[in-house]
């Protein structure tokens, strides 16, 4: 089934002009028409009934005097009117009813008959027009007069008007349809131009293609304004190619730089992760020379309780030699032995715990395995590494935390960030010879450690405090700083302890990290 959408626009065109035309012309011949009908219709009908009162009038005479001769002879005057029928007049009896009394019939036909009794009231039929018009002497009615016409030459004038009305219709349709045709062709060429223009443009992607203008009427503003768009697309399809080749220069010149920069960034990466394990190895430097400097302080009042045990016991031995030791010597020499070894064994065993918490240290930095321990004494282990640099300062180190709390975590992690912690605050927080005070607070929640480092020394500004984490960036470029510091607590704590640190800092007001992580790993 053809869709309305799909028709030509000029056979719409044509059938809506044409259509439109042709409807409104039969309407208005079918109107007139049906209006004609009925007014000759009426016309008849009238003329017939003034016809009946004449001769109602004219046959009054006849009936008074029940002449029926005389009412034949005024019916018959009717020959002169063709188109009646027939006519009969009616007499009231003295019974009241009504009976034939005269009649008149034309040659033609013969064969009607009256009725027996009159009809009451005018009436059509397809062919016969009846009129009955009753006869009265003063206020008495004595009769009727029926007359009886054929429609003939109604059906004839009906005829001959449809067929005047037709041919006009038909006339008007075949001129109707020549100017739309006419019509047609304005509208729909110009249309069909651009559409072909259209085509042209859609299959060769050729927009230097112009549709041809027709006019200045709407359909030529239509074709003006595709003109221009076509010329708009063409010089924007000219601005796109020299964009492209533009384009297409600076991606080659951007993969170029990137190259460079993926190259770059891999060198900076190495050197990042060298400068971190310089860092590293730095700590374990540092913490070897607290190692030294811890264990030659027992080592060194071991060897003095040795070499004044020692001594005695040449001089004891001597007065053994010459029999001048005496009962009071010996005790006396016994009781230097007992202090003696105490003082070697009590210092040798510090000696011994120092070096067993510095290699626990020291192991753990240089590895990243997960192992369960106690976090308060790991953290006081880290501290007792940092002794050395935090006596040449004043600033004292608290902490605060569970004895009992034991975690499964990276130790070498957690010694690293409490040792850039300390050491960032000892550089940076602080001006030499100032006194403070440096807090760890280490706390378990739901699961998860919870450390809180703070320092109340000069603080940050918010400048700084933006860009702590970054790395190679530092406030002391010139005084030994590597930026590193921070950058490496904060991917120690996102990488090996999978939690979060937060700096808080205020300038003049200290600073404080909360670092959070969970308590197994």
């Known amino acids: 089934m053809i869709r309305g959408a799909d028709i030509p626009i000029r056979v719409k065109l044509l059938t809506a002009i044409v259509g439109t035309t042709s409807l409104c012309l039969i309407v208005t011949a079918s109107v007139f028409l049906v209006s004609n009908w009925f007014s000759v219709r009426t016309t008849l009908a009238n003329n017939l009934t003034a016809v009946a009162e004449v001769f109602t009038m004219n046959t009054t005479a006849a009936l008074s005097f029940n002449d029926a001769r005389a009412a034949t002879e005024i019916l018959s005057s009717l020959q002169a009117k ?160 020299a964009t492209r080749a533009e384009l297409e220069l600076r991606i080659e010149q951007a993969d170029k730089a990137n190259n460079e920069l993926e190259n770059a960034l891999v060198e900076l990466r190495d050197t990042q992760d060298q400068l971190v394990n310089n860092e590293k190895m730095a700590s374990l430097g540092g913490l070897v020379a607290g190692v030294a400097h811890e264990i030659n302080t027992p080592v060194g009042v071991g060897v003095t ?40 064994l009590g210092n040798l065993q510090r000696a011994a715990d120092l070096i067993h918490s510095f290699k626990q240290v020291a192991v753990d930095q240089s590895s990243t395995e997960y192992r369960t321990f106690e976090l308060k004494r790991y953290i006081e282990e880290t501290l007792l590494s940092l002794k050395p640099k935090l006596r040449l300062t004043e600033l004292n180190v608290v902490v605060e935390c569970d004895p009992n709390l034991i975690i499964n975590s990276a130790p070498g992690a957690m010694s690293q960030i409490i040792t850039n912690l300390v050491m960032n605050s000892v550089q940076h927080g602080y001006e030499e010879g100032e006194a403070g005070c440096l807090r760890i607070i280490a706390e378990e929640q739901l699961d998860e450690i919870h450390i809180n480092y703070s320092d109340d020394g000069k603080g940050m500004s918010a400048d700084v405090l933006k860009k702590v984490f970054e790395p190679f960036f530092t406030t002391r470029r010139g005084s030994g700083g590597s930026g590193l510091g921070m950058h490496i607590v904060f991917n120690l704590v996102n990488q090996q302890l999978k939690g979060v640190v937060t700096l808080r800092s205020t300038l003049g007001e200290g600073s404080s990290v909360d670092i959070v992580f969970p308590k197994r790993l």
Not at 128 to 145: A, E, M, T, Y
Not at 309 to 321: G, H, V
């Open 305 to 344: 309780a040795a070499s004044t045990l020692r001594e005695d016991t040449k001089a004891t031995f001597a007065l053994y030699e010459t029999g001048e030791l005496t009962n009071s010597s010996l005790k006396r020499y016994f009781s230097i032995c007992m202090q003696a070894s105490e003082i070697i």
């Open 82 to 241: 063709r188109e009646v029928l027939q006519a009969c007049i009616y007499r009231v009896e003295a019974d009241g009813e009504e009976k034939l009394f005269a009649r008149y019939q034309s040659l033609e036909n013969k064969t009607l008959r009256c009725p027996q009794v009159p009809p009451t009231e005018n009436f059509y039929t397809k062919k016969h027009l009846v009129v009955v018009s009753p006869v009265n002497l003063g206020d008495d009615r004595i009769g009727s007069v029926y007359i009886e016409r054929g429609l003939n030459d109604l059906w004839d004038s009906i005829r001959l008007d449809g067929m005047i009305v037709g041919l006009m219709v038909l006339v008007s349709i075949a001129i109707a349809t020549m100017l739309s045709l006419h019509v047609q062709k304005l509208i729909s060429n110009p249309i069909l131009a651009l559409l072909g223009a259209t085509k042209a443009v859609s299959n060769s992607s050729d927009y230097s293609i112009r549709a041809i203008p027709t006019g200045k009427d709407e359909i030529g503003g239509l074709i003006s304004g595709f003109n221009n768009m076509l010329a708009q697309i063409e010089g924007r399809d000219i601005d796109l190619a």
